[in-house]
Structures are given as C-alpha cells and as structure tokens.
C-alpha cells in the first residue's frame, strides 16, 4: 500500500514524531506541505495530514494545503498533537477531516495525542507535557497505524 503523510511540524517535532511512528508501520513517506507532490498524493491508496494544534486549530500551513487541493477520490487520515486535551464533542480534527470528506477523500479516521507545549502562558513555567509524546503515546500512534494498514475499519 502507497501511503505518503503530510505533516507540518514547527514547535517541537512532537507530531514530526508521532508521524515518524505512522509512517514506519505504513511503510510511508513524511513530507511537510510545501514539499508534497500532488501527482503523488493522486497516486497514493491512503494520505494522512497531520499537525501541532495552534489556539485550537491544526497549522495553518496545513489547512490552507488541504483547502488547494484538487477535488479527488482516495483514503485519508487526520492526525494532531497539542499540549492541551481535546474536548469530545469538538476534536481539533474535525475541520480538517470535514474539508477533506468535501474534497472526495474517504476520511478513515483521527488520531491526537498531548505533547510538549510552550505556547506563551505555559512558556513562562518551562512548558507543560514536557516528556511527551512519550512511548506510550508513540506506541497508539503505531497501533492506529496498523489499524488504518490492515483494514479494520475507520478508526478513532
């Protein structure tokens, strides 16, 4: 299976990590937004789009990427870290996963994790979630990844 992740990663290289782990069990090819070919994005069977979360929302790099990409068919999936948990019933994947569905993808599922974080009020105490993501978490990014690999069904 092709399999290409497109991640912006800025901070810390918390999701640059977590796409690291992906991207060995799927045997895929990490690349930031601006570097992504789109021939190859075309000719791949599963695309994950992943980030570090910002005020709430995924990179903006990423988004705006997504946003210009042509109208396709294909499986997708969506991946965030962020230094503060999410709430259920809004996860920070649910714009992205909801701009790709438009674009024609198959959105097979989400994945977050926390990690470090020194966004400006938490700069000022050193960071919080300053050991992650850690091997637990590394290890559910692998585990989704596997899932997403061998077809069990979307996933969250």
């Known amino acids: 299976m092709k399999t290409v992740i497109v991640c ?4 810390h290289g918390n999701t640059r990590r977590v796409a690291g782990s992906m991207a060995g069990v ?9 570097q992504a070919d789109l021939a190859e994005l075309a000719g791949a069977d599963l695309v994950g ?4 979360v910002f005020h709430g929302r ?3 790099r990423l988004t705006e990427f997504v946003k210009a990409l042509p109208a396709g068919r294909g499986r997708a999936f969506v991946f965030a870290t962020s230094g503060l948990p999410e709430i259920p019933p809004a996860p ?4 992205l996963v909801q ?11 989400s994945f977050s994790c926390r990690a470090f974080d020194t966004w400006t009020p938490f700069k000022l105490v050193g960071g919080i979630n300053k050991q992650r993501p850690n091997a637990v978490d ?9 899932r997403l690999r061998d077809g069990r069904g979307p996933v969250s």
Do not use: I, Q
Request: glycine share 14%; aromatic share 10%.
């Open 8 to 11: 912006a990663s800025v901070s």
């Open 26 to 34: 799927l045997g895929a090819k990490v690349v930031a937004p601006e």
């Open 49 to 52: 789009f992943g980030s570090g």
């Open 58 to 60: 995924l990179h903006p």
């Open 92 to 95: 920070f994947t649910r714009p």
């Open 99 to 109: 701009l790709l569905k438009g674009k024609g993808f198959e959105v097979d599922g």
């Open 138 to 146: 590394l290890a559910a990014a692998r585990a989704f990844a596997e």
